[in-house]
């Protein structure tokens, strides 16, 4: 007999972005078996306040450094393997990007447009955070 867990575990995340030709790119890495396109994220690092966890996934995942911004964004729920998680989501303004990463080899990564960007990753709050969060001037 398994026990539903009503826990939601918290994480954080980044939208990585820069801006290329005047338009605002965000850049999307694959699930680590491939699976689809995700941003980010990971469990929050004991000692680490949300952004610099979140920093930190940002290198090892996708292998980009900036400057993560203090101010949460937003966040967004998803479910896997039975558990339920809040993803608190910040801006990070990408000032570089590393040829090799820790997940180089597990992951790709992509950079797009916010509307392509919007329509591959799965979260329809992820989704809604794309389309309404980048009215901003970045």
Sequence with gaps: MTRKNNKV????GVI???VNEGKVE??????RKRQGWVIPKGGL???????DSAAKEAWEEAGVLGRVTTE????????KRGNTYQVNLFLLPVETV???????????R??????????????????RIFQTSWAMDN
């Design 26 to 31: 965000v850049l999307l890495i694959t699930t």
């Design 45 to 51: 690092c004991k000692g680490m306040s949300p952004h």
């Design 98 to 108: 590393l040829e090799d990463w820790p997940e180089a080899t597990a992951r790709e």
């Design 9 to 12: 575990l918290q994480q954080s």
């Design 72 to 79: 949460k964004l937003g966040n967004y729920k998803y479910r």
């Design 16 to 18: 990585p972005y820069r």
């Design 110 to 127: 992509k950079w797009l447009e916010i509307q392509q960007a919007a329509k591959l990753v799965k979260e329809t709050s992820l989704k």
